[in-house]
């Protein structure tokens, strides 16, 4: 992923001239700032500051002469979650640092209903539907419509209507409730949400792996190897690759089929194993079947190129229906076998 980098001070907001000012101060002089901040005021802050990315040095001069003072030595500063939560160490207590990154590494915005808005819809509903109807009503009322929709179609129908009825005869909502609110869903929601979505290097890695084309990806697993065997073998375990999708059952399958371009099936398989091919057409229709096969015949040769990016298509596609609960992969264990 390109880094961020701030070269012009013309474009540089107050709240990024804060944070920047922040990180070229010594630890010392930045922990005695950040006492005097109430936690509001540091979330905010070191959002900023988590996010600035490469600033030059030039950025930082400017910044220092507008304060009238002169940097002597001006360096080249790189904000980062890292950078920031151990310039926070050094002024707060641990428990207090951690509660503060959790929720800046949680969902972007500035409030707790904007945070709510850029949660996945999936994961929403599936905190809420334990939720009491009033509660689920006041929170879907302070997010944007197109997304409070999007959470109730998710939700069981008569569940979905009585929470709908409690919007309808909600009146406004003291003040106290929905700072109480607010409360137990950093507390207990957007803590373990931040802690949940913290990605693992190894899963990481695997995914990047896995967008990459079948001859970089073999040198990359190769060096991979050479250098450090047990991640290696981690990876491999974490990647899931066209070959993979025998760790689909026949539902499954189905359900892809129903999401995927045809022409796109059409020359993925034209390069995959019989294993494979017999998978989907055990699963379509003998017409469907038919249409497929002809068309494979009839595209002649093809280049291998095509058919990997076809082939990573169908399979972001199963990690996207995966993700969204509507198919299961195996994790190819003896116990998740299937059993006739």
Not at 285 to 302: C, F
Request: aromatic residues 6%; glycine residues 4%; proline residues 2%.
């Amino acid at each position: 992923m390109k880094q961020n980098v701030i070269d012009d001070y013309n474009l540089v907001s107050g709240q990024q001239k804060a944070a920047i000012l922040m990180m070229s101060l010594d630890e010392e002089k930045a922990s005695i700032l950040f006492s005097l901040m109430d936690d509001e005021e540091i979330k905010e802050l070191s959002v900023i500051m988590a996010s600035l990315g490469k600033v030059n040095s030039n950025v930082v001069e400017q910044l220092f002469d507008e304060f009238n003072e002169k940097l002597s030595s001006a360096s080249t500063l790189v904000g980062t979650y890292e950078s920031t939560e151990r310039l926070l160490s050094k002024a707060l207590d641990k428990e207090r640092v951690a509660n503060i990154m959790e929720e800046i590494r949680g969902p972007a915005g500035r409030t707790m209903w904007d945070k709510l808005g850029n949660v996945n819809e999936h994961v929403l509903a599936n905190y809420l539907k334990n939720e009491y109807p009033q509660t689920i009503a006041v929170i879907l009322s302070k997010i944007r419509p197109e997304h409070a929709a999007k959470v109730i179609a998710l939700l069981p129908e008569n569940f979905a209507m009585e929470i709908v009825m409690r919007m309808l005869r909600m009146d406004s909502v003291q003040k106290e409730v929905l700072d109480g609110l607010e409360k137990t869903l950093r507390k207990e929601f957007m803590s373990n949400l931040s802690k949940s979505t913290r990605r693992d290097s190894h899963e990481l890695i695997a995914d990047i792996f896995n967008s990459l084309d079948r001859g970089t990806e073999t040198r990359f697993m190769d060096a991979l190897e050479d250098r450090n065997p047990e991640s290696a073998e981690r990876v491999k375990s974490l990647m899931f690759t066209f070959e993979d999708l025998v760790r689909v059952d026949s539902q499954g399958i189905q359900i892809l089929l129903r999401n995927v371009d045809k022409d796109k099936l059409a020359v993925a398989l034209k390069g995959a194993s019989d294993t494979i091919k017999n998978l989907f057409f055990n699963n379509m229709s003998s017409r469907a079947g038919k249409i497929i096969k002809e068309d494979m015949e009839a595209m002649g040769p093809v280049r291998l190129r095509d058919v990997e990016e076809a082939q990573q298509y169908i399979v972001n596609t199963t990690k996207e229906l995966s993700n969204a609960g509507e198919i299961v992969i195996s994790e190819g264990k003896d116990s998740d076998e299937m059993v006739y």
